[in-house]
């Protein structure tokens, strides 16, 4: 058996994902780190693990008859740094933070000179993106999420603020259009759509419901590509107040809004440096309460 238990974590990974290279974003290293260690890894049990096909690795049987037993493994010594980080009181430190594009930039960002200088101790890494993160593996410590609370067992969920959205067009696009209309269904307009994750979120659906009489001219998976097509004057997008309301014209008044929650697992709640966080993650939303409501 393989001295060092990291190697099995390769081997999770590699069974989740499917490849070395999808396995390698997951874990933050190289494909050819992955490579090398699951090479080790079967040179050790004197086994083949995977089976290479032209879809990507598929367990072997034997792979397959251990993968639930070190699933097991790697759930008890997360359990273990979990409790062992959850009594943690030191303020220093990295506090790997979980959020949105939008939160990320228009919201944290900016004020993250306010934590530095009141806890030069801690660090703050920021993992942005709309996939939520699994608390439970520690891809993230923390994270600050819109819309519904997560379902996952063990965490801890509040409600900090509210995000509200509307409907954006450039004045450039505006100037030259007859006055958009929610009305009409955006009748003679074009629209920016979003795809993805994204499509299933309250602005998503709302564009898709209310934007089937107007020309779809651009979509995207990503918030931020909606914005900038919207302010290159693409055509009319539904975004965050937030984001938007510096830049853009708004059309209509605010079309609706999305709870602010940050979640954490309980065995990290009495951490030190994430409750501190918490604490600045809380002031920073009511400081810009007026600009997430979009009053």
């Excluded at 030259?176 to 994204?198: F, M, N, T, W």
């Excluded at 979120?201 to 709302?206: E, F, N, S, V």
């Excluded at 009489?213 to 979509?219: D, E, G, M, S």
Aim: charged content about 25%.
């Amino acid at each position: 058996m393989p001295s060092e238990w990291s190697d099995y974590r390769y081997f999770l990974s590699i069974a989740d994902a499917g490849s070395l290279s999808a396995a390698a974003r997951q874990l933050g290293v190289d494909q050819s780190t992955v490579g090398r260690r699951l090479a080790a890894l079967e040179a050790q049990v004197r086994t083949r693990l995977f089976d290479r096909t032209p879809d990507g690795y598929v367990l072997t049987a034997a792979g397959e008859s251990i993968r639930a037993d070190v699933q097991q493994l790697e759930d008890g010594f997360l359990a273990i740094e979990r409790r062992l980080a959850g009594g943690d009181a030191r303020l220093e430190g990295v506090v790997r933070l979980a959020t949105t594009e939008v939160f990320a930039s228009a919201l944290l960002i900016p004020h993250l000179g306010e934590l530095r200088e009141s806890r030069p101790g801690l660090s703050i890494e920021l993992i942005t993106g709309n996939r939520p993160v699994d608390l439970a593996r520690r891809e993230a410590d923390l994270a600050l999420r819109v819309g519904i609370a997560p379902r996952q067992p063990n965490l801890v969920v509040r409600q900090i603020g509210s995000g509200a959205y509307a409907l954006y067009g450039a004045r450039s696009y505006l100037g030259r259009r007859e006055r958009p209309s929610v009305k009409a269904g955006l009748r003679g307009h074009d629209v920016i759509a979003y795809s993805g994750e994204l499509a299933r979120a309250p602005l998503g659906r709302w564009i898709a419901q209310h934007g089937g009489r107007a020309q779809l001219a651009f979509q995207a998976n990503s918030l931020d590509a909606v914005y900038r097509a919207v302010v290159a004057g693409l055509g009319l997008g539904v975004l965050p107040c937030l984001f938007a309301d510096r830049t853009l014209e708004r059309v209509g008044g605010v079309l609706g809004g999305s709870p602010i929650l940050t979640v954490v697992h309980a065995d990290l709640v009495r951490n030190a440096r994430i409750r501190a966080v918490l604490t600045f993650l809380t002031d920073v939303v009511e400081q810009e309460r007026a600009a997430l409501l979009g009053t």
